[in-house]
């Protein structure tokens, strides 16, 4: 069983950086596909970005691309979210995930860490 813990948010300024990472525990995290969620105040939850289980391909929101990286540390069981250039709308609670493949990432996740709160200001 994968458990994830999410550290890194806080309030920034409009243009600022913020790297959140994410430590997973359990047996099976270098065979999981990794990724990030947000769910913004009013509205759904929303796929972020994703890695797959070998950390070579990458996928991103479209709102994200050019502007968030993902890559993951076996070593440390750790996965990390790099958010460059950052804007009001990114403001969220952002969600590590995590799940056999991308398919599953991308879609329907299953697993889920608790959440941490990314405030950007304008």
């Known amino acids: 069983q994968v458990q994830l813990v999410e550290s890194g948010g806080g309030v920034v300024q409009a243009g600022d950086s913020l790297r959140l990472s994410c430590a997973a525990t359990g047996p099976t995290f270098s065979s999981y596909a990794m990724g990030w969620f947000r769910q913004a105040p009013g509205k759904e939850r929303e796929f972020v970005a994703a890695?797959?289980?070998?950390?070579?391909?990458?996928y991103y929101a479209d709102s994200v691309k050019g502007r968030f990286t993902i890559s993951r540390l076996y070593a440390e069981n750790t996965v990390y979210l790099q958010m460059n250039s950052l804007k009001p709308e990114d403001t969220a609670v952002y969600y590590c995930v995590g799940g056999p493949n991308t398919i599953v990432v991308v879609s329907t996740p299953s697993h889920w860490g608790q959440g941490t709160q990314v405030t950007v200001s304008s």
């Open positions: 890695i797959d289980w070998k950390g070579a391909s990458t």
